[in-house]
């Protein structure tokens, strides 16, 4: 279970002193979200002429027994900056039980913030990787022709690496798998925040809630068929929803932000839309 965001990144301007850039088809109007943005850029730029910089990456590729093909600088480099936590003083929110039935904690505003301007950011304490591997073999088209790998952040403490068996499940019936925790960053990249790592208000993203979650949970229990469930959910969480995760940096992505879609009020609750697969995969 994903959370899935807009796919495309199409920033209109690489410039500092652009006044506006559209990425997935938002208007990204604060001076943060721009030199987020554009600072992104200059770190891959600094990390492809400084290769030593990726090792920790790389050996984590190693010790996966990924094939030296996929290992190429841009990935790399893509893979460091999704899995770092920046020090960003972008301060925002705050975490609190959520408004909804049953939703354990929720995200906050802890100031009015406008149509466009970034929340907070999308941590990728974990990273789910899905390569797409090369068919060389007409026999091997009918075989599984992803290979999936988790890498972890460089900040993520030893201790709280949990096995890929575990981020998958979950460790009993009350703690949530972190795949719970994953949101689409491109069609190879899902980060994944820690609930327990809770204490910096610029990457609260995996905090923010589904404002139609309650009727994808409820829905299959009712007399009306998955469908209709389900369309119902996207037309609710859709009309409450005031924020979206958007890919930030260009090239497919360097980091996730959330970006609010509507003028938001100091004490608002912060909502984004899951989306159906989302809500399936939880369910059944
Ligand atoms: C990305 S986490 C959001 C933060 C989470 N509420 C927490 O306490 O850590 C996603 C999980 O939040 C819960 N959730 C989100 N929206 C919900 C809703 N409308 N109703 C019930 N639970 C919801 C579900 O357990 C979901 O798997």
């Keep these: 279970f994903i959370i899935h965001t807009s796919q495309t990144s199409v920033p209109r ?30 770190m891959r730029d600094d990390l492809l002429s400084n290769p030593s910089k990726l090792k920790p990456i790389k050996q984590q590729h190693e010790s996966n027994d990924v094939d030296d093909e996929e290992l190429s600088p841009d990935a790399l480099v893509q893979e460091t900056l999704l899995s770092s936590r920046l020090p960003l003083k972008l301060n925002r929110t705050r975490v609190a039980d959520s408004n909804l039935p049953d ?33 060389t073999d007409e026999e091997e088209l009918f075989q599984d022709d992803e290979s999936e790998v988790i890498l972890w952040g460089d900040h993520v403490d030893s201790n709280d690496i949990v096995e890929d068996d ?17 949101a689409t960053v491109n069609d190879v990249y899902s980060v994944m925040g820690m609930p327990s790592l809770d204490y910096d208000p610029a990457y609260y993203g995996h905090f923010a809630n589904d404002g139609g979650g309650h009727i994808a949970l409820e829905g299959v229990d009712e007399a009306m068929g998955v469908e209709e469930m389900l369309a119902l959910y996207v037309e609710k969480s859709i009309e409450v929803a005031n924020a979206r995760h958007v890919p930030l940096g260009g090239y497919g992505g360097l980091h996730l932000g959330t970006v609010a879609i509507k003028d938001i ?20």
Excluded at 27 to 37: A, E, P, V
Aim: hydrophobic share 35%.
């Design 13 to 42: 301007s690489h410039c500092c002193c652009a006044t506006q850039i559209s990425i997935g088809g938002i208007d990204i109007n604060d001076d943060f979200g721009m030199q987020l943005h554009v600072n992104l850029q200059k």
């Design 103 to 135: 939703a354990g904690r929720g995200l906050f505003a802890t100031q009015d913030i406008a149509k466009g301007e970034l929340i907070t950011c999308y941590p990728g304490d974990a990273l789910l990787c899905e390569y797409k591997e090369d068919i």
């Design 166 to 182: 575990e981020v998958f499940d979950g460790t009993d019936d009350t703690s949530a798998p972190l795949v719970s925790y994953a």
């Design 265 to 284: 009020k100091k004490g608002d609750e912060i909502l984004v839309t899951y989306g159906p697969e989302y809500w399936m995969d939880l369910n059944f």
